[in-house]
């Protein structure tokens, strides 16, 4: 799986196992696009999705999605999971407002570093299961930020490096984009070039087998939760930057959607098997379809049901894989 | 024959030391909240407490069961919160009105339970994310029922439901109107407490002691050999999700009661099933599987519960409450993960 | 049923056959497992099937028992046409499979998985006392009265959670029981027990299936066997009418010279000029080992030998640093190390190398490929810190393939599309990409088919020729004499004895393994 494509046969395959779920994702990217577009052609008369700028401004809202989706699926390759990204999320974005000036950024990365590192202690150390030691350390922030704000929004507005990496453009493409890019190519480089991913994928599937081959399975475990809690503290300083300052709760819309994207990648819960391409387009995917339902002016509860609905329908569709496979 | 016994005995509290540690660390906790309440020990106060419980009781419950299989429910809150908004809708009206609104609440959710349980088994979609995306479908639904919070509640119902048994008799004029001499040494206790007994003698002893929920407990101890032994997996698992939906629908049902009106709040939901996952941890019940009972989890949501009220008796800075709550989940998890240090064999970790 | 049932038996000419199969094939994708079989077994007999790994043995008694049905072919069961829709339909009709991996849920109590396929109810709800009345009996029958039914599975000890897995099948009332390798994990006095217990089913008219790899296990029971190869049955005849090398030949298909590759000359190894490449001393954990002085020199095989279970497995994993507060000393190349994980273990200078006792859940990560599988435990060997050397990586996993002669048909194939054998060669080549000098090995040939056995002594010899020093625990006395320069037989976390040379024999083995006190010889 994470073995280089050194055979020629495997580009003329495009209907692999691997390959399918973001084939079918891919697929229902278009659908939505489809839907969209008439939607917008019969009421409005432009096709509005499809024009560049638009798509660009989805995007770069997406991309804060995507580095949280990105850091998560290191996660979820080792068979964990972390719940506490929603206020590691506003935790980083209030400290980065809170200090501002040149430690803004710096701090922002260090608080999702630290709350990442303390996972990941729990995790590989304590053994206590993930979804539950994630889950406190998320209550832990919560009320920690709470505290700390007295619960309300904090006054204090974010600097003017945060606005730009989040608002910023060059050459006409969102700073964010380049953010996105940026962390997409580094978890790709440790995913396939570096001995930690091979780990990864290793503990994902077995962890007592790579234990007794000698591997830093503790360590991979503590790596990995850091980068993602690293991964979410970026995303959280971006947010604020876009949003010129932090606020409760302001995570809280990342959590479930970054866990759907890297599943509807083709990244198995249970960890061990999955792609980054699948996350990427997985992220496009929610953006998209987020993006579609808003421009029909869809009420919440709709939304929600459809939301639930494509999660569902696109797991039954690869289900038909798992099955071939077994 | 007498060493057998014993030996039987001990083996019995062998097993059931985590159950017994969490109802230790309730009554110690209850007691000291009683002992600094300025009315402690009195009716008033069981029955406010009873009150702010059972909701998350039953959803603890709701969650015990998916968990027993080695699965997770995420979509306990919002199965409770569909239930709920529907409740608001149905518990009016006649008397023969109102006893067709409990049954539709409660086959709701039980259908919801029931759905989870088919996406489980037919689609084969891991539970996690499986109850997510349901989760979501119901909260959709939810809010589709109660845009915005309101609701019309049987005003006799929702008061006798929520105090102590005098009230139904007094309400409905049972029993001399509850003035009944025999009626007396019972007439105090809170009618949620007694509905919970109720639910947990009556639902859920039979179930655990089913073969379907024998099958649960197998299925969460080991799926393959669980299939190998010829068990019934797949109607179990159904089941399992089914009777986890029913409980959340009853802690929905007692929630319309309690506030009398429905709600579509999102993030009351997400707190429900969180609060839910760490009731069952608390409670003994292995993330695992294969390890526990509800009544752990009844325990485990009581804990919960009672460390808030000992909060509200101290008068500690409310902003500081979340945090602290934060703090004794983690500790809890924490603690129960010590045993870690004792093992001296490092594969067993991986098991 | 008959008193004279064994003569009987002996003498007829067309046997009541209880259950038949005719011309089953079953492919999975486009491999066939099984090819127009035909196979019966008789009414109060025990039935051996022996074969290869990949011969079809497993295959076929998956179809009998429901697991798989099977693509063409008929099942007779008392001489009326059957199908299974699943395990439990098989059970109904008095089939009942012991599998070997154990079917039991160690969650669960003892009672509870005996009877767990139809407990005892009353008012529709599990009557748990009668319940736990029934397990004792049927524990009792095969003579495990020391085990309590209220305890959980997973407290038990792995050859008492096999009486178990037996008295479960029991409790389904079989009228055909089939054993697959249902004695691997016990001790030789349990193996001696269930032989009795399956002597005495036989003769209650139970027909029995028992598929092994040891060949005096089957010479000791069987009444009938079979050979599988390659998914037919190559001849099934009476136990006793054709000898083991007519047996192994035919399972193998081909010439077996000699069973294990000759030892060097044992004045070499016991003379013992050179010092001990790992010397340990006084070496002790938890109450499961005690005082443990082992030597062991290059170029030398040392067989861990004694009953299961008495710390053999504990001290391999020890040295190797599995094991938490160990007291003791270990030495390598004279110097003492501290060894607190496998990753210590691996280290430049200590060079120790361990293939563990379950291949599936220790030695592989059965849905990666084989050649991440390969490489996981040299990876480090293989990155400049950061990034994984492609080309090295490629070179080395090609050369472990060749050096093992794994039949592989892609490296990126998941190593779980390997046969069994081929799967301990990818641990065993996993562990000799990292250039080990101490080599321990945890029953490496447990479940491996004959051909690939005895590629693995010569491997050992090999790989001790090039100088490794060798450690290998084994619960076969044979692969024992025939592999090791010396053994040290273990008994209760001690090593009571150690003998080399013309000491190793079976009746030494076995008399120190029971802690028996040497006669007057």
Same mark, same amino acid.
């Given at each position: 799986?994470?073995?280089?494509?050194?055979?020629?046969?495997?580009?003329?395959?495009?209907?692999?196992?691997?390959?399918?779920?973001?084939?079918? @994702?891919?697929?229902?990217?278009?659908?939505?696009?489809?839907?969209?577009?008439?939607?917008?052609?019969?009421?409005?008369?432009?096709?509005?999705?499809?024009?560049?700028?638009?798509?660009?401004?989805?995007?770069?809202?997406?991309?804060?999605?995507?580095?949280?989706?990105?850091?998560?699926?290191?996660?979820?390759?080792?068979?964990?999971?972390?719940?506490?990204?929603?206020?590691?999320?506003?935790?980083?974005?209030?400290?980065?407002?809170?200090?501002?000036?040149?430690?803004?950024?710096?701090?922002?990365?260090?608080?999702?570093?630290?709350?990442?590192?303390?996972?990941?202690?729990?995790?590989?150390?304590?053994?206590?299961?993930?979804?539950?030691?994630?889950?406190?350390?998320?209550?832990?922030?919560?009320?920690?930020?709470?505290?700390?704000?007295?619960?309300?929004?904090?006054?204090?507005? @974010?600097?003017?490096?945060?606005?730009?990496?989040?608002?910023?453009?060059?050459?006409?493409?969102?700073?964010?984009?380049?953010?996105?890019?940026?962390?997409?190519?580094?978890?790709?480089?440790?995913?396939?070039?570096?001995?930690?991913?091979?780990?990864?994928?290793?503990?994902?599937?077995?962890?007592?087998?790579?234990?007794?081959?000698?591997?830093?399975?503790?360590?991979?475990?503590?790596?990995?939760?850091?980068?993602?809690?690293?991964? @979410?503290?970026?995303?959280?300083?971006?947010?604020?930057?876009?949003?010129?300052?932090?606020?409760?709760?302001?995570?809280?819309?990342?959590?479930?959607?970054?866990?759907?994207?890297?599943?509807?990648?083709?990244?198995?819960?249970?960890?061990?098997?999955?792609?980054?391409?699948?996350?990427?387009?997985?992220?496009?995917?929610?953006?998209?379809?987020?993006?579609?339902?808003?421009?029909?002016?869809?009420?919440?509860?709709?939304?929600?049901?459809?939301?639930?609905?494509?999660?569902?329908?696109?797991?039954?569709?690869?289900?038909?894989?798992?099955?071939?496979?077994? | 024959?007498?060493?057998?016994?014993?030996?039987?005995?001990?083996? =019995? !509290?062998?097993?059931?030391?985590?159950?017994?540690?969490?109802?230790?660390?309730?009554?110690?906790?209850?007691?000291?909240?009683?002992?600094? #309440?300025?009315?402690?020990?009195?009716?008033?106060?069981?029955?406010?407490?009873?009150?702010?419980?059972?909701?998350?009781?039953?959803?603890?419950?709701?969650?015990?069961?998916? $968990?027993?299989?080695?699965?997770?429910?995420?979509?306990?809150?919002?199965?409770?919160?569909?239930?709920?908004?529907?409740?608001? #809708?149905?518990?009016?009206?006649?008397?023969?009105? =109102? $006893?067709?609104?409990?049954?539709?609440?409660?086959?709701?959710?039980?259908?919801?339970?029931?759905?989870?349980?088919?996406?489980? $088994?037919?689609?084969?979609?891991?539970?996690?994310?499986?109850?997510?995306?349901?989760?979501? =479908?119901?909260?959709?639904?939810?809010?589709?029922?109660?845009?915005?919070?309101?609701?019309?509640?049987?005003?006799?119902?929702?008061?006798?439901?929520?105090?102590?048994?005098?009230?139904?008799?007094?309400?409905?004029?049972?029993?001399?109107?509850?003035?009944?001499?025999?009626?007396?040494?019972?007439?105090?206790?809170?009618?949620?407490?007694?509905?919970?007994?109720?639910?947990?003698?009556?639902?859920?002893?039979?179930?655990?002691?089913?073969?379907?929920?024998?099958?649960?407990?197998?299925?969460?101890?080991?799926?393959?050999?669980?299939?190998?032994?010829? !068990?019934?997996?797949?109607?179990?698992?159904?089941?399992?999700?089914?009777?986890?939906?029913?409980?959340?629908?009853?802690?929905? =049902?007692?929630?319309?009661?309690?506030?009398?009106?429905?709600?579509?709040?999102?993030?009351?939901?997400?707190?429900?099933?969180?609060?839910?996952?760490?009731?069952?941890?608390?409670?003994?019940?292995?993330?695992?599987?294969?390890?526990?009972?509800?009544?752990?989890?009844?325990?485990?949501?009581?804990?919960?519960?009672?460390?808030?009220?000992?909060?509200?008796?101290?008068?500690?800075?409310?902003?500081?409450?979340?945090?602290?709550?934060?703090?004794? !989940?983690?500790?809890?998890?924490?603690?129960?993960?010590?045993?870690?240090?004792?093992?001296?064999?490092?594969?067993?970790?991986?098991? | 049923?008959?008193?004279?049932?064994?003569?009987?038996?002996?003498?007829?000419?067309?046997?009541?056959?209880?259950?038949?199969?005719?011309?089953?094939?079953?492919?999975?994708?486009?491999?066939?497992?099984?090819?127009?079989?035909?196979?019966?077994?008789?009414?109060?007999?025990?039935?051996?099937?022996?074969?290869?790994?990949?011969?079809?043995?497993?295959? /076929?008694?998956?179809?009998?028992?429901?697991?798989?049905?099977?693509?063409?072919?008929?099942?007779?069961?008392?001489?009326?046409?059957?199908?299974?829709?699943?395990?439990?339909?098989?059970?109904?009709?008095?089939?009942?499979?012991?599998?070997?991996?154990?079917?039991?849920?160690?969650?669960?109590?003892?009672?509870?998985?005996?009877?767990?396929?139809?407990?005892?109810?009353?008012?529709?709800?599990?009557?748990?006392?009668?319940?736990?009345?029934?397990?004792?009996?049927?524990?009792?029958?095969?003579?495990?009265?020391?085990?309590?039914?209220?305890?959980?599975?997973?407290?038990?000890?792995? *050859?008492?959670?096999?009486?178990?897995?037996?008295?479960?099948?029991?409790?389904?009332?079989?009228?055909?029981?089939?054993?697959?390798?249902?004695?691997?994990? /016990?001790?030789?006095?349990?193996?001696?027990?269930?032989?009795?217990?399956?002597?005495?089913?036989?003769?209650?008219?139970?027909?029995?299936?028992?598929?092994?790899?040891?060949?005096?296990?089957?010479?000791?029971?069987?009444?009938?066997?079979?050979?599988?190869?390659?998914?037919?049955?190559?001849?099934?005849?009476?136990?006793?009418?054709?000898?083991?090398?007519?047996?192994?030949?035919?399972?193998?298909?081909?010439?077996?010279?000699?069973?294990?590759?000759?030892?060097?000359?044992?004045?070499?190894?016991?003379?013992?000029?050179?010092?001990?490449?790992?010397?340990?001393?006084?070496?002790?954990?938890?109450?499961?080992?005690?005082?443990?002085?082992?030597?062991?020199?290059?170029?030398?095989?040392?067989?861990?030998?004694?009953?299961?279970?008495?710390?053999?497995?504990?001290? /391999?994993?020890?040295?190797?640093?599995?094991?938490? *507060?160990?007291?003791?000393?270990?030495?390598?190349?004279?110097?003492?190390?501290?060894?607190?994980?496998?990753?210590?273990?691996?280290?430049?200078?200590?060079?120790?190398?361990?293939?563990?006792?379950?291949?599936?859940?220790?030695?592989?990560?059965?849905?990666?490929?084989?050649?991440?599988?390969?490489?996981?435990?040299?990876?480090?060997?293989?990155?400049?810190?950061?990034?994984?050397?492609?080309?090295?990586?490629? *070179?080395?996993?090609?050369?472990?393939?060749?050096?093992?002669?794994?039949?592989?048909?892609?490296?990126?194939?998941?190593?779980?599309?390997?046969?069994?054998?081929?799967?301990?060669?990818?641990?065993?080549?996993?562990?000799?990409?990292?250039?080990?000098?101490?080599?321990?090995?945890?029953?490496?040939?447990?479940?491996?088919?004959?051909?690939?056995?005895?590629?693995?002594?010569?491997?050992?010899?090999?790989?001790?020729?090039?100088?490794?020093?060798?450690?290998?625990?084994?619960?076969?006395?044979?692969?024992?004499?025939?592999?090791?320069?010396?053994?040290?037989?273990?008994?209760?976390?001690?090593?009571?004895?150690?003998?080399?040379? *013309?000491?190793?024999?079976?009746?030494?083995?076995?008399?120190?393994?029971?802690?028996?006190?040497?006669?007057?010889?």
């Amino acid at each position: 799986m994470t073995t280089t494509d050194t055979m020629p046969k495997a580009k003329s395959r495009l209907w692999t196992p691997e390959n399918k779920p973001v084939v079918i @994702a891919s697929g229902c990217i278009v659908v939505i696009l489809a839907i969209g577009t008439a939607y917008t052609l019969a009421t409005q008369g432009t096709a509005t999705l499809l024009s560049p700028g638009y798509m660009l401004q989805q995007l770069q809202v997406g991309s804060f999605l995507g580095i949280v989706a990105a850091g998560m699926m290191l996660v979820i390759l080792l068979g964990h999971i972390d719940l506490s990204v929603p206020w590691t999320v506003a935790a980083s974005a209030m400290m980065a407002t809170a200090f501002g000036g040149a430690a803004a950024l710096p701090v922002g990365l260090s608080v999702g570093l630290a709350v990442g590192l303390v996972n990941g202690l729990g995790v590989a150390y304590l053994r206590i299961p993930s979804m539950i030691f994630t889950l406190g350390v998320n209550a832990v922030m919560r009320g920690l930020m709470v505290a700390y704000t007295g619960g309300f929004a904090p006054q204090t507005a @974010a600097t003017p490096l945060m606005q730009y990496l989040a608002v910023g453009k060059i050459l006409g493409i969102p700073v964010a984009l380049f953010v996105w890019a940026a962390v997409s190519v580094l978890v790709v480089f440790i995913l396939r070039k570096t001995p930690v991913g091979r780990y990864i994928f290793a503990i994902g599937n077995r962890e007592s087998a790579a234990y007794l081959a000698g591997a830093p399975t503790r360590w991979v475990i503590v790596f990995a939760f850091g980068l993602c809690g690293m991964m @979410a503290g970026l995303s959280g300083t971006l947010l604020a930057g876009y949003s010129t300052k932090a606020y409760q709760g302001m995570g809280d819309a990342y959590l479930l959607p970054a866990i759907a994207a890297v599943v509807i990648g083709g990244t198995h819960i249970l960890g061990g098997r999955g792609r980054y391409l699948g996350t990427l387009v997985g992220v496009i995917l929610i953006v998209l379809l987020n993006s579609v339902l808003s421009i029909m002016q869809m009420p919440e509860a709709g939304r929600q049901v459809i939301y639930g609905s494509v999660i569902i329908l696109m797991l039954l569709f690869y289900d038909r894989g798992r099955q071939e496979r077994q | 024959m007498s060493h057998t016994r014993k030996s039987d005995l001990s083996i =019995i !509290l062998r097993q059931s030391a985590p159950l017994i540690t969490v109802i230790a660390i309730f009554l110690l906790f209850y007691i000291f909240y009683n002992s600094n #309440h300025p009315r402690g020990f009195s009716t008033a106060v069981y029955i406010q407490n009873a009150n702010e419980v059972f909701a998350l009781v039953m959803v603890a419950m709701a969650q015990t069961v998916p $968990v027993l299989m080695g699965g997770l429910d995420l979509s306990v809150g919002a199965v409770m919160t569909l239930v709920n908004t529907l409740a608001s #809708h149905l518990l009016n009206g006649s008397p023969l009105e =109102i $006893v067709f609104g409990f049954i539709v609440c409660l086959l709701t959710g039980a259908l919801c339970g029931f759905v989870n349980g088919c996406v489980v $088994v037919y689609g084969r979609i891991q539970p996690i994310i499986a109850t997510l995306a349901t989760g979501a =479908i119901f909260m959709g639904l939810a809010l589709f029922l109660r845009p915005t919070p309101g609701g019309d509640v049987d005003g006799d119902l929702a008061w006798v439901m929520t105090n102590d048994l005098y009230e139904i008799a007094a309400t409905y004029g049972f029993f001399d109107n509850g003035e009944a001499a025999w009626f007396q040494p019972v007439a105090w206790l809170p009618v949620p407490a007694l509905l919970l007994v109720v639910v947990a003698l009556f639902v859920w002893m039979p179930f655990s002691r089913s073969v379907t929920g024998r099958t649960v407990y197998a299925i969460g101890s080991g799926e393959s050999a669980a299939y190998m032994s010829g !068990l019934p997996i797949d109607r179990a698992k159904i089941a399992a999700f089914t009777l986890g939906g029913f409980f959340a629908g009853v802690g929905g =049902i007692y929630l319309t009661l309690q506030t009398s009106s429905g709600n579509a709040d999102i993030p009351q939901a997400g707190a429900y099933t969180l609060n839910s996952i760490a009731a069952v941890v608390i409670g003994g019940t292995s993330l695992l599987g294969g390890v526990g009972t509800a009544i752990g989890s009844i325990f485990g949501a009581l804990v919960l519960r009672t460390i808030s009220f000992n909060f509200r008796i101290f008068d500690i800075d409310p902003l500081l409450q979340p945090l602290f709550e934060g703090v004794v !989940l983690l500790g809890a998890v924490s603690i129960g993960a010590l045993s870690v240090l004792r093992i001296k064999n490092t594969l067993e970790l991986f098991r | 049923m008959t008193p004279d049932g064994q003569t009987d038996r002996g003498l007829k000419t067309a046997p009541s056959a209880h259950m038949s199969l005719t011309g089953i094939t079953k492919r999975y994708g486009g491999v066939t497992a099984l090819e127009n079989v035909n196979f019966s077994c008789d009414l109060g007999s025990i039935h051996a099937v022996l074969g290869e790994n990949g011969a079809g043995k497993s295959t /076929l008694i998956k179809i009998m028992s429901g697991v798989v049905t099977p693509d063409e072919g008929r099942m007779m069961l008392d001489g009326r046409e059957v199908t299974f829709s699943g395990p439990s339909a098989a059970n109904d009709a008095g089939i009942v499979c012991i599998f070997q991996e154990l079917s039991l849920m160690p969650d669960l109590s003892v009672a509870d998985n005996i009877m767990i396929a139809d407990p005892p109810r009353r008012f529709g709800l599990i009557d748990k006392r009668a319940q736990k009345r029934r397990a004792e009996e049927l524990l009792a029958r095969i003579g495990c009265e020391d085990v309590n039914p209220l305890n959980r599975v997973r407290d038990l000890p792995l *050859s008492r959670r096999q009486m178990v897995e037996i008295a479960k099948a029991l409790a389904k009332d079989p009228t055909v029981l089939i054993l697959d390798e249902a004695t691997s994990a /016990l001790t030789s006095s349990d193996v001696d027990r269930v032989f009795e217990i399956l002597r005495k089913l036989r003769d209650d008219g139970i027909s029995i299936l028992s598929i092994s790899h040891r060949m005096h296990e089957i010479e000791a029971v069987a009444d009938m066997c079979s050979v599988f190869r390659n998914g037919h049955n190559v001849e099934t005849f009476r136990q006793g009418t054709r000898s083991a090398e007519e047996i192994v030949q035919m399972m193998i298909g081909r010439e077996i010279s000699a069973h294990f590759p000759p030892k060097p000359d044992k004045d070499l190894a016991t003379q013992g000029a050179a010092p001990p490449v790992l010397q340990v001393r006084n070496f002790a954990w938890e109450n499961v080992l005690q005082g443990i002085d082992l030597s062991v020199r290059k170029g030398e095989i040392v067989g861990l030998g004694g009953l299961d279970g008495q710390g053999q497995k504990e001290l /391999l994993l020890g040295l190797f640093g599995v094991l938490k *507060s160990t007291s003791g000393t270990i030495e390598i190349n004279g110097k003492p190390v501290s060894i607190r994980s496998p990753i210590d273990a691996k280290r430049a200078g200590v060079d120790i190398a361990l293939v563990p006792e379950d291949r599936k859940t220790e030695g592989l990560m059965l849905p990666m490929s084989i050649s991440d599988n390969l490489s996981i435990a040299s990876l480090s060997r293989m990155s400049n810190g950061i990034m994984l050397d492609q080309n090295a990586l490629e *070179s080395s996993v090609a050369e472990a393939v060749r050096r093992m002669q794994i039949k592989i048909g892609n490296k990126s194939d998941a190593v779980s599309t390997l046969s069994g054998g081929n799967q301990q060669k990818v641990v065993i080549a996993k562990w000799l990409m990292t250039d080990p000098k101490i080599i321990l090995l945890n029953d490496p040939t447990r479940g491996i088919d004959v051909g690939t056995k005895q590629e693995i002594y010569l491997l050992l010899r090999e790989l001790a020729k090039e100088g490794a020093a060798i450690v290998l625990y084994s619960t076969d006395y044979e692969e024992l004499i025939g592999c090791c320069d010396r053994v040290a037989v273990m008994y209760d976390g001690q090593i009571v004895r150690e003998l080399a040379g *013309s000491e190793i024999t079976e009746r030494n083995i076995i008399s120190s393994a029971l802690n028996i006190e040497e006669a007057a010889q």
